[in-house]
């Protein structure tokens, strides 16, 4: 079945650094992406989140961009914190309700 | 404001046994979706319910079931208890759970079956 998944298992980066966490997707009539961050024993937390008709969008130290030529998504954070330091999602919808979650991208941030 | 809530936040069962998890959505919202999130994986979607109906379902056998409240809150019920059956169990709510619309996960309920 189609699926979506990440590249990286785990990405070490250093206080201050910018962090890029990717993400792959296969299928092609998905229209809406988000990612979520989730911190151990807790829910995922809601980041930011993206529709098929855009390429690019920004919150607070993040942006997420979108490629619907190669089925790829990123997750960019500004000035990566300690706080940072979680397991990162991406979702994306294949059936109008239902979240497809990939494996996950473990954060970690050094000092 | 209160986010979504469940109960109880962890659970030991033995094989066999049934258990019934709760979750209360964020006021305002009407849908409720469960998860399953097996350790080191992401979460599994098991159903999503809206107005009381069950709009869709994951693969999950019947041994999964839930229902939805009046009040929006749901129960997700899940008989003969195997040990693959440990997970985080993650609710989440939206307002319609439409497309395009964001899901708010709960704190999970953290399911042992022994």
């Known amino acids: 079945g189609e699926s979506v998944g990440l590249h990286l298992p785990t990405l070490s980066v250093q206080e201050g650094d910018n962090s890029i966490i990717n993400c792959a997707y296969s299928n092609s009539a998905s229209d809406y992406f988000i990612w979520y961050k989730q911190e151990s024993g807790k829910g995922p937390q809601f980041i930011i989140d993206i529709r098929s008709n855009m390429d690019k969008r920004q919150g607070q130290r993040v942006t997420v961009l979108l490629n619907k030529t190669v089925k790829h998504l990123s997750l960019q954070i500004a000035a990566t914190q300690p706080g940072d330091s979680a397991v990162y999602f991406c979702?994306?919808?294949?059936?109008?309700?239902?979240?497809?979650f990939g494996k996950g991208t473990s954060l970690l941030v050094t000092p | 404001d209160a986010g979504v809530t469940q109960s109880p936040t962890h659970l030991i069962k033995t094989r066999g046994q049934h258990v019934t998890l709760r979750c209360s959505p964020i006021?305002?919202?009407?849908?409720v979706s469960w998860y399953q999130q097996v350790l080191g994986q992401g979460p599994q979607f098991i159903f999503q319910y809206y107005e009381k109906e069950e709009r869709g379902r994951g693969n999950f056998p019947d041994r999964f079931s839930a229902r939805q409240f009046p009040n929006y809150s749901s129960e997700l019920n899940v008989n003969a208890l195997l040990l693959g059956d440990s997970a985080l169990y993650l609710c989440?709510?939206?307002?319609?759970?439409?497309?395009?619309?964001?899901?708010?996960f709960g704190p999970g309920t953290r399911l042992l079956v022994l």
């Open positions: 979702a994306e919808t294949f059936s109008g309700y239902a979240l497809n």
């Open positions: 989440a709510s939206s307002g319609k759970g439409q497309a395009g619309e964001t899901q708010y």
């Open positions: 006021s305002g919202h009407k849908s």
